[in-house]
């Protein structure tokens, strides 16, 4: 059985795991999830928040190697974590996520999808240091198709998502692409578009790329079932 860290995207913290843990583990595996920087329990000042402490975190939280799952804009701080350090990390796996190559940065992966269905859901601080979803736009967004339980009980815990982090590139390398990768494209994403999760995995094996028919966030939309993917995806390796 596998150990898996999973790392939540812009906004959110290790609290939308919460259906994903258990299920994980009713399947014989072990399952945790953190904080980012300045997101959730983590009270580190906006300002400080970079792309790299991303990728810190990520990595202080493991002793043993971990199938690291990556959801959104977590595609970037797995795989900064996995380039500063591939031997902490068994897999990467991508939930509907940004999947960087090259040296590109987050902000730059974003204006190449060919629709930008999440840019008028988001307001920019007075300080220009972060942003933050409306919240009367983020059920559309984020949770179109989930349970009016999960949905009132995640946008109140969402927070203030600090740009530098996805301002900066990230020069990809062999040693995150050597690591079996895996993504999981969601096919209903209003986030994310769903075609814009097929050009980024143009040219990956057909075997390492899977489908959820959810939305963006299939952890409340259909947490057995990712649950039941991430098993197999980790059991094939």
């Not at 812009?10 to 259906?19: E, K, M, N, T, V």
């Not at 790299?52 to 977590?74: F, K, Q, R, T, W």
């Not at 960087?100 to 629709?115: D, E």
């Not at 859901?121 to 007075?126: D, M, V």
């Amino acid at each position: 059985m596998s150990d898996f860290l999973l790392i939540h995207g812009s906004c959110h913290g290790a609290w939308c795991w919460r259906d994903v843990i258990p299920a994980l583990e009713a399947l014989g595996h072990s399952a945790r999830a953190i904080d980012l920087p300045g997101h959730g329990e983590d009270k580190t000042p906006v300002g400080e928040v970079t792309l790299e402490a991303y990728a810190d975190a990520i990595l202080a939280a493991i002793e043993a190697p971990v199938v690291l799952v990556g959801h959104s804009m977590a595609g970037f701080p797995i795989t900064a974590a996995a380039e500063k350090a591939p031997e902490k990390i068994a897999q990467l796996v991508y939930l509907c996520a940004y999947a960087p190559a090259g040296s590109v940065s987050l902000v730059q992966m974003r204006q190449a999808a060919p629709r930008q269905p999440l840019l008028p859901a988001l307001e920019k601080s007075a300080d220009g240091l972060c942003f933050t979803v409306k919240p009367d736009m983020a059920r559309e967004v984020f949770y179109h198709d989930c349970p009016d339980a999960a949905v009132a009980f995640a946008i109140p815990r969402l927070c203030p998502q600090p740009i530098a982090p996805q301002a900066t590139p990230l020069a990809v390398t062999e040693r995150s692409r050597a690591l079996p990768r895996d993504y999981i494209r969601c096919t209903d994403d209003r986030t994310i578009p769903p075609e814009y999760q097929v050009t980024m995995t143009g040219g990956w094996p057909d075997h390492r790329v899977h489908s959820l028919r959810t939305g963006h966030s299939p952890f409340f939309a259909d947490p057995q079932g990712l649950a039941r993917l991430l098993h197999d995806i980790a059991g094939a390796g």
